[in-house]
């Protein structure tokens, strides 16, 4: 089992910044990547980003390319997520994923933080 919580969401400007973190704890072994994905109201939730545990690739959906950067700690079990130039749409709440192998989906979450616009 994995436990993820995210923090660092709140109510920000559009141009502005946030960057959420997620701190991981729990099994540690079995992580393939791990990921950003947001859920807006009445839209399905999306993956934003993605980075790979034991390397470095990294994967953007094309909406916060330049924007957004992933990175981890994996010293300290940390994924974070830094957004810049931040727009009303990308206004939803925030989660962090854990997919344990290559051939298995993202299965752990974290309960997801806020993250809103303003115009």
């Known amino acids: 089992q994995v436990q993820l919580a995210e923090s660092g969401g709140g109510l920000v400007q559009a141009g502005g910044s946030l960057r959420l973190s997620c701190a991981a704890s729990g099994q540690t072994f079995g992580r393939y990547a791990m990921g950003w994905f947001r859920q807006a109201p009445g839209k399905d939730r999306e993956i934003v980003a993605r980075?790979?545990?034991?390397?470095?690739?990294?994967y953007y959906v094309d909406s916060v390319k330049g924007r957004f950067t992933i990175a981890k700690d994996n010293a300290k079990n940390m994924l974070y997520l830094q957004m810049t130039n931040l727009k009303p749409e990308d206004t939803a709440v925030y989660y962090c994923?854990?997919?344990?192998?290559?051939?298995?989906?993202?299965?752990?979450w974290g309960q997801g933080t806020q993250v809103t616009v303003s115009s």
């Open positions: 994923a854990v997919r344990p192998t290559l051939g298995s989906g993202f299965i752990y």
């Open positions: 980075i790979i545990w034991s390397g470095s690739d990294t």
